[in-house]
């Protein structure tokens, strides 16, 4: 089975979105860009969001098997996804490579 090598690539805020919808946070996402995590299996890594975990999970699992080519070839390296997490209010976007 591969490693899935998950790098942080952007972070979005929307401050007006989160002042007209969102409950303070006592902690918003702490991941940072250029933080790098490894998937070895489905455990998730340490220091990762459990809700981006969630989103990104189905794309490891495919990624870890030697599968690609998501949605009909729409990353240069079919060994790739760019996907972001849930969070409308600050979405994370993440590169995941299979290695």
Excluded: H
């Excluded at 490693?3 to 303070?24: C, G, M, Q």
């Amino acid at each position: 089975m591969k490693k899935v090598k998950i790098t942080v690539i952007r972070k979005a805020n929307y401050p007006d979105l989160s002042a007209k919808f969102e409950n303070p946070l006592e902690t918003p996402c702490s991941l940072q860009e250029g933080q790098i995590f490894w998937a070895d299996g489905e455990e998730m890594p340490q220091g990762f969001c459990e809700s981006a975990w969630e989103t990104l999970l189905p794309f490891v699992r495919k990624l870890q098997r030697g599968g690609g080519n998501f949605y009909g070839g729409w990353m240069k390296d079919p060994f790739s996804a760019l996907l972001s997490c849930n969070d409308g209010f600050r979405p994370v976007s993440f590169l995941l490579e299979a290695k």
